[in-house]
């Protein structure tokens, strides 16, 4: 057997990679020696970059396709080596895949609190989380800055130092914006976009890049939650008597054993009055002479007490009060309040004139009228 025959036995001719993890993002191929024969074939499927390194040196980075390793189809290699068309020798050389897919729904989150002045309640403690996607599109730059010479680099070796910076320009961003906390679900999206913006020349000088970066939540603590929704239920209720009132009124509807004692007892109390009069008249219809124990009427609940309004007087574009209905006698005997002065209180329906509120249309009735000539 001729010794070159021989040598092409030694030395592997079909370079590839399929991988099937999900989540390398570089793998080298393994060759005892790194010895690559001359005129091999490389594979490089969508999806991926081959980036060979020479002598600890970047050569050459191969695309998507099928290639021949001579030196018309490498020429750094071919200078580094100072190859001629008729060499066709072993050489030895490192090949790294890379893929440059996206790898998707990977999280991130604010791991403290990040404190920010807010306009409405001042300052406030936010937390936020989200998703992103990560894709390499420089592999040269990601393999001399990030991988070095790691057989097989995973994303979760970098995806860590990619949170951090999510984070941070997170915590910049929102602190520049300005926003409300109460308007910022609102603007998730377009906050996204700045975010994405603003981290983007940093993972360009890693060879990265960020297609897709979502902020999810952004939320208060839960202390601070928990004051805000009783602020809101305060908001729905409106009129707190009325709802006290609703509410008593709500529970004996739904007690059914609550309003069955009532009903026997207004029956019993009926039944006694009855029985009372019967006695009085006599089997006859006339009066008894025998008199029955005087029987105490039924006990009847009392009405609720009337709510007091206050009242706000409009007076050159200004609002005034609270005043009590004596306090706006007092200013109608005195000239301070008209029938043409503007009134609200809680439970109008904007602002009235003082005369066209039946309450306090009876201010001015006990008024004399104007004198005679006035």
């Keep these: 057997m001729p010794i070159f025959d021989f040598l092409s036995g030694q030395f592997i001719d079909v370079i590839h990679w399929t991988d ?17 024969k001359y005129g091999a074939k490389l594979t490089v499927r969508e999806g991926q ?6 002598e600890g040196q970047l050569a050459d980075v191969f695309t998507p396709g099928l290639y021949m390793l001579e030196t018309n189809n490498m020429p750094i290699l071919t200078s580094l080596q100072h190859w001629d068309h008729g060499f066709r020798s072993p050489f030895k050389s490192e090949i790294y895949y ?5 790898f998707q729904d990977l999280k991130w989150g604010t ?10 309640f001042g300052p406030v403690r936010l937390r936020a989380f989200g998703t992103y996607s990560v894709r390499v599109i420089d592999p040269a730059k990601f393999l001399i800055e990030i991988v070095g010479t790691d057989g097989e680099f995973t994303m979760d070796e970098i995806s860590y130092q990619i949170r951090n910076i999510i984070v941070q320009e997170f915590s910049r961003t929102i602190a520049r914006a300005g926003i409300p906390v109460l308007d910022m679900a609102a603007n ?21 890049e960020l297609p ?20 809101s239920s305060m908001g729905v209720i409106g009129n707190l008597n009325q709802y006290m009132q609703f509410q008593a009124a709500e529970a004996l509807g739904k007690d059914g054993a609550g309003a069955a ?28 002479q025998v008199q ?5 009427p039924a006990r009847q609940m009392p009405p609720p007490p009337p709510v007091e309004h206050v009242w706000h007087v409009a007076e050159n574009g200004e609002t005034k009060g609270p005043f009590s209905k004596a306090a706006l006698g007092r200013m109608a005997s005195q000239g301070g309040l008209t029938r043409e002065s503007y009134v609200w209180t809680a439970g109008q329906d904007g602002w009235k004139k003082a005369e066209d509120v039946m309450e306090l249309a009876q201010l001015f009735t006990v008024l004399p009228p104007p004198p005679p000539g006035a």
């Excluded at 890379?98 to 996206?102: A, D, F, G, P």
């Excluded at 029955?292 to 105490?296: D, I, L, N, R």
């Design 49 to 54: 970059a081959a980036v060979f390194v020479h």
């Design 261 to 288: 004692a009532i009903q026997a007892g207004l029956g019993a109390g009926l039944g006694m009055q009855i029985g009372h009069a019967a006695a009085q008249a006599g089997p006859w219809g006339g009066p008894t």
């Design 111 to 120: 791991k403290n609190p990040i404190i920010c002045r807010d306009p409405e």
């Design 20 to 36: 099937d993890t999900r989540d390398t993002m570089v793998w080298r191929f393994e060759r005892e020696g790194h010895e690559i």
């Design 98 to 102: 890379v893929n440059t897919t996206r």
């Design 292 to 296: 029955s124990a005087a029987v105490p």
């Design 212 to 231: 897709e970066l979502y902020i999810e939540n952004i939320s208060l603590p839960p202390a601070v939650e928990e004051v805000l929704d009783k602020r």
């Design 188 to 208: 998730t999206r377009e906050l996204g976009k700045l975010l994405g913006k603003e981290i983007a020349p940093m993972l360009a000088e890693y060879g990265l």
